[in-house]
Every structure is written in C-alpha cells, then in structure tokens.
C-alpha cells in the first residue's frame, strides 16, 4: 500500500504559483506514485478531494486499474462553498476559516473534530487555497461526463456518510452511470467518514479489496 499527501498538504511540497494547483497536476503527481508501484494494475482512491482526482486518475489511466474507491465524493455544485472557503482563509487565515467551514458549528464529533482540525492545518495556507478554488471549483458535474464515465469498466467503490448531503447525492449521481459500482452508505457518519466511522469504513474496504484479490 502506498499513502502520500497530496502537493500543498502536509508533509509534501507547496509550490507557490496558483499554476501548479490544477487537476491536470494532481493527477499527474498521483501518476508518478502509481508508477513507483510493485505491480502494472492497482487500486486507486481517495476521500474527498482525493476521490476527485483518483476519478479523474481512472478516466485517463483506466486500463492501469483493477479497482477505483471513491469515499466522500465532493459535490460538483460546491463552488460557492470552496470559493467563500479560500477568501475566509485568504482574508482571516487558516485556524478561521476553518473554524468557520470545515470543523467548527458542530458539524463532528468531538474527537473527529480535533483531528480535522489538526490535518487542517498542516496545510499551507496559499496552497489550501488554490487548490478550493482551483481544483473543488471546477469540478464537474456527473452529466457532463456521463458518457466516459459509462465506460469506465473498473470495478467501483462509493462509500459515503450518511450525514454528508452532497456526498449522497454524487455517489448517487455516479452508481447510476458507472456500470460496475457498489454504493455504501454508512450510518451515523459525515463527510471524514473514514475517520468518524473507522470499522465501518474499513469493512467496506476490505470487504471490496479481497472481491478483487478474489477475482484475479
């Protein structure tokens, strides 16, 4: 298995220019860790975001995968919410806009909240900030693409809490279009399901890995 912070998180690079925040970037930095792996095919995914840019991975590299996980898929009408989130951090910084947006108003549980908090801002400001608008702004629609998205064949895994509205209706948008998906909803949890919900998340995972293992 291999794990990496996406550039602008974390641990990895933050490049300052606003264009090396794009999709086309991510995908082709995600493309180079595939590259680095043992095997021709893999299992790509993300949350999130991450979800974002390992579906756009797939449609360009499809015949690289044997499996897509999908966890928490952004809304593709979250444009308002990413741009409002990059000048709250732009204007008042990281701790309040995040406060604000992400973690604070109750949205988690005490425990979830503290470690979003803490991922959160592990981020270079300039960096979170291109990328919500440079990445979660522009992304897409499942009707734009739907087309493509018919034929990607890889096996497909969506998980997605049951609290988080507009990861429910992405997922949902995608299982209808993607021809060889599973949609997992799981109870009780929001949008950092796979914090929030840890064994259910883990359940869903590994339960589709080993089906893929298994049809090797």
């Known amino acids: 298995m291999i794990l990496f912070?996406?550039?602008?998180?974390?641990?990895?690079?933050?490049?300052e220019g606003l264009d090396e925040y794009t999709p086309e970037a991510f995908v082709s930095d995600l493309a180079r860790i595939v590259e680095r792996a043992a095997t021709k095919r893999v299992v790509v995914g993300g949350v999130s975001m991450g979800a974002a840019i390992a579906l756009r991975y797939a449609l360009r590299y499809p015949s690289s995968l044997i499996g897509l996980v999908l966890a928490s898929y952004p809304s593709s009408g979250g444009t308002s919410w990413a741009l409002a989130a990059a000048d709250a951090i732009d204007n008042e910084g990281l701790e309040a806009a995040g406060e604000r947006y992400v973690w604070g108003?109750?949205?988690f549980d005490a425990e979830s909240a503290k470690w979003i908090r803490q991922g959160f801002l592990e981020h270079r400001p300039h960096a979170l900030s291109a990328t919500l608008r440079q990445v979660l702004a522009v992304e897409p629609v499942v009707d734009d693409r739907?087309?493509?998205?018919?034929?990607?064949?890889v096996p497909t895994l969506l998980i997605a809490g049951e609290r988080d509205v507009p990861a429910l209706d992405s997922t949902r948008a995608l299982h209808a279009v993607l021809p060889r998906a599973?949609?997992?909803?799981?109870?009780?949890?929001?949008?950092?399901?796979?914090?929030?919900k840890p064994?259910?998340?883990?359940e869903a995972l590994s339960s589709f890995l080993s089906e893929i293992e298994g049809a090797k």
């Open 199 to 202: 064994e259910s998340f883990n």
């Open 182 to 196: 599973r949609r997992i909803v799981v109870p009780g949890a929001g949008h950092v399901v796979n914090l929030e």
């Open 146 to 153: 739907a087309q493509a998205l018919r034929e990607l064949t």
């Open 105 to 107: 108003g109750g949205r």
């Open 5 to 15: 912070d996406a550039r602008g998180h974390a641990r990895s690079a933050s490049p």
